[in-house]
Every structure is written in structure tokens, then in C-alpha cells.
């Protein structure tokens, strides 16, 4: 199989979020949310534009608190973790505002449970206006609506949805070592609509 990203309509629409939040206006908030059903590109969308856009990618864990959160940022940033909570979060705005990042934060349906945890990224926002942009599961989104100062700062909202037999058939030709005929393609679209089902019948051809 050909090691290729290929930009799927999710992608696209990611990719407009992103140039959006980057450019926007004066004013207007920077936070965005992502979210969608596993195996629709996520996860393989944020690693391939963090990497080419040098962004600060967090994956949230079960029980993450705002210190451990804290301190993943700060891996990120190549600092030293500190003890106090105080400080860190002190660091962080500092290397922000000296050099402003992208924050991408993955799993973020962990962090709903904790609004300590969540409400820190909205801190962090407010005091370096950095684009922070949060991914999740299918119910990210309503999770999210329970943090009304979070959710009033997400200027905008993608939800990766099913693919459409564009995009599988884009995923076929751009993946696969062999030529697949329109019958396999349609098949495919037939019976898979997840991106890891999908590469295991490229991988089987």
C-alpha cells in the first residue's frame, strides 16, 4: 500500500476550519471543534496538519487533570515540567505569546468530564489568542455545550461525516499498488464506509 494522505471531504472542510481560525478577524473567537464516528480520518487528519503545521498535538486519556494536561502541552513545547500548576500555566502563555502555536487537542471527550481540565484551554485562548481546536467522538459536540464560555468561543464547528463513493474511490486510487476496477470500487463502497476497513481490503488485493 502507497504511504499517501489523501484528502477526503472531511480533510477539505478540516482544512478551510483551520485557514479560517488562522485568518480570522479581529474579535472573532478561535476555538474550533471536530468531531465524528471512529474511522472517518480524525485522527490521521490532525497527526498529518500538526506535523506539516508545527502544532502543539495533545491526546487527552482517561482521569487527565489539568496539571497532567498542562504538562503534555509543555512536552510539546520541549519545556521541563514544573511543580506548581500556577507555573506552568504561566509558561505556557509566555511561549505562546513569544511564538503563538496551533493547539490541536485529541480525545477530548475525556477532558469533558473534568471542567477544570476543559476550562484551562479556554484560559489559555483568552490570554494568547491562539487557535485551539478540540476533537472528539460523535458526542463531543453536546458534551461540549455543557461549558457555555468554551462553547460560545468555537467559531467553528466540522463534523467528519460517513465517505462519500468520491471519496472511497479517491482513497482506493490513491492507496492502493494495484489498479482496482470499477466493479471492486463499487463493492468497496458497498459494504465499508470506515477508513481502516477500507485499508484492509487494499492491503488484501
Given amino acids: 500500500m502507497k504511504n499517501v494522505f489523501v484528502k477526503t471531504n472531511n480533510v477539505k472542510r478540516f482544512i478551510t476550519m483551520m485557514n479560517n481560525l488562522q485568518n480570522r478577524a479581529e474579535g472573532v473567537p478561535g476555538m474550533g471543534l471536530v468531531y465524528g464516528e471512529p474511522g472517518l480520518g480524525k485522527t490521521q487528519t490532525i497527526n498529518w496538519w500538526a506535523f506539516k503545521n508545527n502544532a502543539i498535538l495533545v491526546r487527552c486519556t482517561q482521569l487527565m487533570t489539568a496539571r497532567w494536561l498542562l504538562n503534555e502541552i509543555m512536552d510539546e513545547m520541549g519545556e521541563v515540567n514544573c511543580g506548581r500548576l500556577a507555573d506552568c500555566f504561566k509558561i505556557i502563555i509566555r511561549n505562546l505569546l513569544t511564538e503563538p502555536q496551533v493547539i490541536i487537542v485529541d480525545e477530548v471527550d475525556y477532558l469533558a468530564i473534568d471542567s477544570r481540565a476543559i476550562e484551562t484551554l479556554r484560559d489559555i485562548h483568552d490570554k494568547t489568542n491562539v487557535p485551539i481546536v ?71 488485493a
Avoid: W
Avoid at 146 to 163: A, C, G, M, T
Avoid at 172 to 180: A, G, N, T, Y
Fill in 134 to 204: 478540540l476533537v472528539g467522538m460523535s458526542n463531543a459536540k453536546s458534551r461540549i455545550k455543557r461549558f457555555k464560555h468554551l462553547y460560545d468561543r468555537l467559531s467553528e464547528i466540522v463534523q467528519f461525516k460517513p465517505f462519500s463513493k468520491n471519496d472511497i474511490a479517491e482513497i482506493v486510487k490513491e492507496l492502493s499498488e494495484i489498479e482496482m476496477t470499477e466493479c471492486a470500487i463499487k463493492c468497496i463502497c458497498a459494504n465499508v464506509n470506515r477508513f481502516r476497513q477500507i485499508v484492509k481490503i487494499i492491503n488484501k
